[in-house]
């Protein structure tokens, strides 16, 4: 503690004594017309006669993360958004004033230097400083070798300085950034249209989960935030928008583990005169897109296991899962006492009320999802958890629906959209009637949404997919908290 304080000390003298000196160090008038990459990829391939003849100047700003001082010269490396770049700053080439400021300079200052190109003798491509500037004067020290800190929680807490100091990470969210720009993208040239519907709702809906609540003063009115958008999305199509998606935030007040966070990001769409088996071509071509436009490559490592992404995917019933996997004779999964024995013996809590629907999915979340390491489309999910999607015609037990597993783990679900009006408010009712809210009161219904179906919604088909657990994937995450900048963490006032 002490020492951290004597360095705060010693780092404000050295504020004090430039400002003295008439100069600010938090100067803002340095102009950054170069990054590191644009330097490297001007002499990508070049030799060092080439390299040293060109007399272009570059402007490159950064952190500086490394300095060796010599004397009267120094070595350091400065950091900007696209990588590092060494730099060598000589007394004589920038002047005894200039220098003298720059021997001020620490490890975790920001500066801006001019200079033209060289190759040192270890043929590191090198910045020779003909000025430097100085940006920011830091006042705490950069952590020391971070990669070997066993706190996890304190790179999550204090993710600048995991970003600083892993390069790993800071690659982890430039993927993640083109993941989600490449499915706006994709979604785009196929005439979807992105769109924002409201992260506050006077009913949750759209999925089966507990709310955050909160309260409009001037309104005098609860509202909650969003479990999902998907009525709102639905109610766009009542409208005559055909093609649209959303890509933001949901906010579920549930567990926290290594695949939830209370807060996470999806990209739902809806497509009209589309069903689910269309929503399933789709997916997998834009998943495969994806692998080859990041990683380009089908075959994705993901925690000692090679992801196969190139189609076609493997397509299972959820019956045909939960009895494969479940050593279950389908026929049994028909009758409702028989599931019910091998629920039981499975190990299954049921409290004697579950429809033979809800017990056939326990069944294959119990014994089918760890094995769905592969690309893994299940289809055909039972009435009883699918309240929002159309049945399928040739069985009226089951909907037309479907979800994606990949690793384990459940990336996207999928509907043909329940489009009856009639048959929307029954599905509400019973499932008002089956559950209740933390102060236990019935689900409420929203009417407002059986209203716009009254008005007729076109067939359609709709799909959410995970963004957090999708960059889990593709780049080899083991915890959603390393795809998320900022993870929620228990206040450390609290703890």
């Known amino acids: 503690m002490e020492d951290k304080k004597n360095f705060l000390i010693h780092r404000r003298e050295k504020i004090d004594e430039m400002r003295g000196a008439g100069i600010n160090p938090y100067a803002n008038t340095f102009k950054s017309r170069h990054t590191s990459q644009d330097i490297r990829d001007r002499f990508n391939g070049k030799t060092k006669e ?4 060109c007399e272009d100047v570059f402007s490159i700003a950064g952190r500086v993360v490394s300095l060796r001082s010599f004397g009267k010269a120094a070595f350091l490396h400065v950091q900007d958004r696209t990588g590092r770049m060494q730099i060598y700053i000589q007394k004589n080439k920038v002047g005894a004033d ?14 801006g230097v001019d200079g033209r190109a060289f190759l040192t003798k270890s043929d590191e491509l090198t910045v020779l400083a003909d000025s430097f500037m100085f940006l920011t004067k830091s006042m705490r020290p950069l952590p020391e070798k ?5 706190d996890v929680e304190t790179r999550y807490r204090q993710r600048y300085l995991d970003l600083i100091a892993n390069e790993h990470v800071r690659r982890t969210f430039l993927t993640r950034s083109r993941i989600i720009t490449h499915i706006r993208q994709f979604l785009e040239t196929r005439g979807f249209m992105e769109v924002e519907t409201p992260m506050m709702h006077p009913i949750p809906g759209g999925a ?3 709310p955050f609540k909160t309260h409009h003063n001037t309104l005098h009115m609860d509202l909650f935030m969003r479990i999902a958008p998907e009525l709102y999305l639905k109610r766009l199509l009542v409208g005559g928008m055909d093609r649209v998606f959303e890509i933001n935030r949901n906010f579920r007040n549930e567990g ?7 807060e ?11 069903d689910y088996e269309d929503l399933m071509d789709l997916t997998e071509e834009m998943f495969c897109s994806i692998a080859q436009e990041v990683l380009q490559t089908y075959t994705v490592p993901y925690q000692d296991t090679d992801l196969d992404f190139s189609p076609p995917w493997q397509r299972l019933t959820l019956k045909e899962a939960a009895a494969k996997y479940g050593k279950i004779d389908p026929a049994d999964l028909g009758d409702l006492e028989k599931t019910r024995a091998h629920a039981k013996r499975l190990g299954l809590e049921l409290e004697g009320h579950e429809a033979l629907g809800e017990i056939v999915t326990e069944i294959f979340e119990e014994v089918a999802e760890e094995h769905l390491v592969q690309p893994t489309f299940i289809t055909h999910f039972p009435v009883e958890v699918s309240p ?16 994606l597993y990949i690793a384990g783990r459940e990336i996207a679900n999928a509907f043909s959209e329940l489009n009856d009006p009639e048959d929307q408010r029954k599905r509400f009712e019973e499932q008002s009637s089956a559950k209740e809210t933390a102060e236990g009161r019935p689900v409420e219904i929203d009417e407002d949404y059986l209203l716009a179906l009254e008005y007729g919604m076109p067939p359609a088909a709709g799909e959410g997919i995970g963004i957090d657990r999708l960059v889990m994937l593709l780049t080899d995450a083991a915890s959603i908290r390393d795809v998320i900048l900022f993870p929620l963490f228990r206040s450390e006032r609290a703890e």
Not at 50 to 53: G, Q, S
Not at 98 to 111: A, P, R
Not at 256 to 262: E, K
């Open 50 to 53: 080439e390299i040293e003849a």
């Open 98 to 111: 200039s220098y003298d400021l720059f021997k001020k300079v620490d490890i975790g200052d920001f500066i």
């Open 208 to 210: 089966a989960a507990q």
């Open 388 to 403: 929002l999607a159309r049945k399928n015609e040739q069985d009226p037990t089951v909907t037309d629906r479907f979800e």
């Open 146 to 150: 971070w990669h070997g800190l066993q």
């Open 264 to 274: 996470f990001t999806m990209v739902e769409f809806y497509q009209a005169y589309a």
């Open 256 to 262: 926290i583990s290594t695949q939830h966070n209370p």
